[in-house]
């Protein structure tokens, strides 16, 4: 079963920065998609970001297109999502997945992460 671990996450202030990371195993690293997914209380889990698994072609939700970065790091099997001019609303569990057709209304996700908060106080 394909395993994703994330770290970072915390409590940032409004136009502050946050840093997210999802270990992979080499086999799903090298697979599948990678992107992220968040859901705020009350709310349904949405796309964030995508990046493909070879070519590194990247997806954003509009509403953090500017302000957030979706990378690979193919020495450590790790995406990352860098979080720029964070805002209130942007308060939510931030879930990483592998799998196809991610920034799609309807993903195929092999594996979750376990979800790591980002809160940006009003």
């Known amino acids: 079963q394909e395993q994703l671990v994330e770290s970072g996450g915390g409590l940032v202030q409004a136009g502050g920065s946050l840093r997210l990371s999802c270990a992979a195993s080499?086999?799903?690293?090298?697979?599948?998609?990678m992107g992220w997914f968040r859901q705020a209380p009350g709310r349904e889990r949405e796309f964030v970001a995508r990046?493909?698994?070879?070519?590194?072609?990247?997806n954003y939700a509009d509403d953090v297109k500017g302000r957030f970065t979706i990378s690979r790091d193919n020495t450590k099997n790790t995406v990352n999502l860098q979080m720029n001019s964070l805002k209130p609303e942007d308060t939510a569990a931030y879930y990483c997945?592998?799998?196809?057709?991610?920034?799609?209304?309807?993903?195929?996700?092999?594996?979750w992460g376990q979800g790591t908060q980002a809160t940006v106080p009003s």
């Open positions: 080499e086999r799903t690293y090298n697979t599948y998609s």
């Open positions: 997945a592998a799998g196809f057709q991610l920034q799609f209304s309807s993903p195929s996700v092999v594996a």
């Open positions: 990046i493909s698994p070879s070519s590194g072609v990247t």
